[in-house]
């Protein structure tokens, strides 16, 4: 039986990401890494915890063994939205060379 993928949004994806690096980090310190408000860490929080991906341990987040299982597609899908975005910004740097000549 093939294995359910969890759906996350893009700051769903990258909270997670920053809880896998530092499950101290505070939500303060998840938005200004991501340069979001804290409003919206606090929503991707809840969302990961209702869809069983995390949980709250004293002062730290966890991880749950269903987190565990995505995290590597996560850390995947990441990278290749940096690919995308590097593809598109090295497009774009091309035609205004074009222009300049």
Request: charged share 35%; net charge positive.
């Amino acid at each position: 039986m093939a294995k359910k993928k969890i759906h996350m949004g893009e700051i769903e994806k990258y909270v997670l990401v920053c809880i896998d690096k530092d499950p101290w980090i505070k939500q303060s310190e998840i938005a200004e890494t991501l340069d979001i408000m804290q409003p919206s860490v606090s929503r991707a929080l809840n969302n990961l915890r209702r869809k069983g991906l995390l949980k709250k341990d004293g002062n730290s987040y966890q991880l749950t063994s269903k987190a565990h299982e995505e995290i590597d597609g996560v850390y995947k899908s990441i990278l290749n939205d940096i690919k995308k975005a590097t593809r598109i910004i090295e497009r774009g740097s091309r035609v205004l060379e074009l222009e300049d000549a």
